[in-house]
C-alpha cells in the first residue's frame, strides 16, 4: 500500500508550482492533525516527499515522533509553472498568459502544460510500485492526475474533482489500481 499525503495549506496569494511558499499557520495545524492520524492508523516504512518547500515543511511536522527514513525527489512535484512559479497573485494583469489559460495542453512560459503533469506522473506510476509501504508527500496535482489515471478519466482543469484539501490522505492500493481518501 502507499499513502498519498497532499501538503499544508500554504501562502495562496502567490502561485503555487515549484515555487518555494511557506505553510501557514492554519496549514501547520492541519498537518498536525493529519499526523495524528497517521501516527494511529498508518504503517509504513519512510516518507518520500517532493522537494518543494511547502511538502519539505509537511515532512518535517509528520515526521516529528515517527523518525522514519526520508527520501527528497523532483518526481512528486506539483506542475511546473515556469516563469509564474512564485509570483504574487496580486501582481497579474487581467490579460496575462497566466490568466487566460484554461486548455489542458496550455503550456507555461518555462514550465509544463497540466497535460505534461498527467503524462510525467503516468510514467511515475509505471514505477512506483518500488515505493510499496511508503507515505508520499506531494501535491494536488500529483494526487489529482493519479485519480485521473485510474478512473481511466481524461484530466481536466477543474482542481477539486477528488476532494483532495490540504493535508488530506490518499490510499494508493496499486495492485488493485485503486485510489480512495481516507482522511
Known amino acids: 500500500m502507499i499513502y498519498l499525503l497532499r501538503h499544508g495549506l500554504d501562502d495562496e496569494s502567490r502561485v503555487g508550482g515549484y515555487s518555494d511558499v511557506t505553510l501557514t499557520n492554519d496549514g501547520i495545524k492541519g498537518v498536525e492533525k493529519a499526523r495524528d492520524f497517521i501516527e494511529n492508523n498508518i504503517e509504513f516504512q519512510r516518507i518520500i516527499s517532493s522537494d518543494v518547500k511547502r511538502a519539505i515543511d509537511t515532512t518535517k511536522i509528520v515526521n516529528k515522533n515517527l523518525n522514519k527514513p526520508v527520501i527528497y525527489t523532483s518526481l512528486l512535484r506539483e506542475q511546473d509553472k515556469g516563469d509564474y512559479?512564485?509570483?504574487l497573485k496580486s501582481s497579474?494583469?487581467?490579460?496575462?498568459?497566466?490568466?487566460?489559460?484554461?486548455?489542458?495542453?496550455?503550456?507555461?512560459?518555462?514550465?509544463?502544460?497540466?497535460l505534461d503533469l498527467y503524462f510525467r506522473i503516468e510514467t511515475l506510476l509505471l514505477t512506483i510500485d518500488r515505493w510499496d509501504n511508503d507515505l508520499l508527500v506531494t501535491h494536488r496535482?500529483?494526487?489529482?492526475?493519479?485519480?485521473y489515471l485510474l478512473s481511466n478519466k481524461k484530466p481536466d482543469m477543474y482542481k477539486d474533482s477528488f476532494n483532495v484539501t490540504h493535508a488530506s490522505i490518499h490510499k494508493l492500493d496499486l495492485k488493485n489500481k485503486k485510489i480512495e481518501r481516507i482522511y
Open 92 to 114: 497579474l494583469k487581467p490579460n496575462d498568459y497566466f490568466l487566460g489559460k484554461t486548455k489542458i495542453y496550455d503550456t507555461y512560459p518555462n514550465g509544463e502544460s497540466l
Open 141 to 147: 496535482g500529483v494526487i489529482n492526475m493519479i485519480y
Open 85 to 87: 512559479n512564485g509570483v
